[in-house]
């Protein structure tokens, strides 16, 4: 497994951007697919988006489709999540989750073994 801290998240107002970032440790970051969710309060925790271990694939959620990217830089062993013409909607606490294996399509939580701590993303309207 490795683990995961992310960072960035903060207070924007509606319209406005923010760029997250999933710092990982360990050797084998490139093999893993992935992920950001989100969990609103008293809501679910949601896919957001993966992305391959080569960075040359990414999937979305239809409701972020278009105005957030994934992207990872392996060198790095940094994943991040830029988001831009945010909404009220998107208030959530961010996690970045890794797995091994393949498939960016495969996005159940349970299928992702490492989880960070969670930043917190406000919009205000």
């Known amino acids: 497994q490795v683990q995961l801290v992310e960072s960035g998240g903060g207070l924007v107002q509606a319209g406005g951007s923010l760029r997250l970032s999933c710092a990982a440790s360990?050797?084998?970051?490139?093999?893993?697919?992935m992920g950001w969710f989100r969990q609103a309060p008293g809501k679910e925790r949601e896919f957001v988006a993966t992305?391959?271990?080569?960075?040359?694939?990414?999937f979305y959620a239809d409701s972020v489709k278009g105005r957030f990217t994934i992207s990872r830089d392996n060198a790095k062993n940094t994943v991040y999540l830029q988001m831009n013409s945010l909404k009220p909607e998107d208030t959530a606490v961010y996690y970045c989750?890794?797995?091994?294996?393949?498939?960016?399509?495969?996005?159940?939580?349970?299928?992702?073994?490492?989880w960070g701590q969670g930043t917190q993303v406000t919009v205000s309207s």
């Open positions: 989750a890794g797995r091994s294996g393949f498939g960016i399509t495969v996005v159940a939580g349970e299928r992702f073994g490492s």
């Open positions: 360990g050797r084998t970051f490139s093999t893993y697919v």
């Open positions: 992305i391959s271990g080569s960075g040359g694939a990414t």
